[in-house]
Structure formats: C-alpha cells, structure tokens
C-alpha cells in the first residue's frame, strides 16, 4: 500500500520520492488500492494547507490580508472548470507587492500590532479561540483599511500599477505543485488582468462599501484624511469603469 511504504521513510517525501511511489501503486491498480490512493492524497493536501496556516500563525497579518480575498481561490478540481481566476500560487508575489507599496516599516507595524490584537483575543476567550473572532475583530479590519489606504496613492495612473502588480506576482508565481489539487490547469496558470482587478476589488471592497454611505465616507474621512479619501474614491471608481 503506498501510505504504508510513505510511512516506513524515515525522511519527509520529495517529488522524486513520491513519483517513484506513484510508479509502484500503478503496478497494483485495483479499485481498492486507488480508492486508498486518493484518500492518501486528500490527506497530503489537508497538511499541506494546514502547515501553510501554521506557518500564517506567526505572521497573523498575512493571515487576515488573504482572509480579504481568500473567495476568490478555487476549491479542490475548480481550476479544470475555467471559472477560477485566482490561484494560491500568487500568494509569494502578492506579499512581495503588499511590502513594496506599503514600505517595510508600515508592513512591519503592522504585523506586529495584529501579533498584539491576536494574543489579547486568546488571552480573552482562551481555549475558545478561533481565527474567525480575529477576522471579525473590528480593529483587525481597521488594520487593513490601514495598510490599504497607504496603498492607494500607488494607484493614481491605475493601469500602469495594475500592470505592473501582475508582472510582480507572475514573476514570484509559488511552485505548481504546491497547490496541484486546485486541477491540472494549476501547472500553466498565471495571473491575467482580470484575475488582478478582481483581486483589486476585493482588497478594496470596504472601502466601496463605505464610501456608499455617508457614515461611512465620513469615517474614511476622518481617519485617513479628506486627500486620501479622495485617492480611494478615485481607485474605487476604476473598479466600476471596468466592469
């Protein structure tokens, strides 16, 4: 059984290693042994996600920026179906370009100060914590509307910066078999314009919501100024221009 010498490894699989493994099973095919198969792979892929979120566990702000566009990813074989515009696979590039725009210092602040709002929640609610009361923590969101408001002045010649955030993630695309259970078309993917406005979109959907309102443009206003208030208006409006 292919888990069975998986677990008799005393080192953690590589490709090699599991392609080897494959060639194996496929000279015992039965009904059986590949029910078995897929169950092991779900199983690879379910770690593989977790390790991920681990890992998000110690930058907790990375965390809550994905949470912002996280509908977007494809669930598992949907990349097959042709309606998936988003991969996983442009998460490296995409903090790579958050970074950027932001500046280090910002993106540094900010992270810490998510570190803070996460250890006073678990602090608060104990063994009852779940990463959903951080994404529905009103300072959590405020957080990111204040990263994103910094970035909005980059936007000001909107296609020339769209462009050029396309360019940065497909250049720092992750491996494709990283995320190889979104579907085979995972393997040529990349990110085209439309997967980057609405990437964009959904970054900046607060703020389109708010600006909606009047309570709501009044806050925008009053924290982040009647200037950038008017530079998120105008990103804002792109959105609706492309549609």
């Known amino acids: 059984m292919l888990t069975a010498e998986a677990g008799r ?3 953690p699989l590589s ?3 599991i392609e080897a493994l494959v060639r194996r099973f496929k000279e ?6 590949l029910a078995r198969f897929h169950n092991y792979f779900d199983e690879c892929m379910r770690q ?3 390790d991920i979120w681990d890992e998000a566990r110690k930058r907790p702000f990375d965390r809550l920026l994905v949470k912002r566009f996280s509908r977007l990813f494809p669930t598992k074989g949907e990349m097959d179906s ?9 998460l490296p590039g995409f903090f790579l370009a958050v970074e950027m725009m932001a500046g280090k ?9 998510c570190k803070g709002i996460v250890k006073a929640k678990k602090k608060q609610v104990g ?6 009361i951080i994404y529905e923590d009103e300072n959590a969101r405020e957080l990111v509307n204040d990263l994103f408001s910094v970035i909005s002045s980059h936007f000001a010649d909107f296609e020339k910066r769209a462009e050029w955030l396309r360019d940065l993630i497909n250049s720092h695309l992750a491996p494709p078999e990283n995320y190889a259970f979104e579907g085979e078309h995972v393997q040529g993917w990349s990110l085209g314009r439309d997967g980057t406005l609405a990437l964009l979109r959904e970054l900046f959907a607060p703020f389109e919501e708010m600006l909606a309102d009047t309570e709501g443009r009044r806050h925008i206003e009053e924290r982040y100024g009647l200037r950038a208030c008017r530079t998120i208006e105008e990103l804002v409006g792109n959105f609706k221009r492309e549609t």
């Open 28 to 33: 015992n095919d039965s009904k059986e042994s």
């Open 127 to 132: 063994a009852d914590f779940h990463w959903r």
């Open 48 to 50: 593989h996600e977790k």
């Open 82 to 90: 042709g309606t998936a515009v988003i991969s996983r696979r442009i």
């Open 105 to 113: 210092e910002l993106f540094d602040q900010c992270q810490s100060a």
């Open 15 to 17: 490709v090699e290693s």
């Open 9 to 11: 490894s005393p080192e």
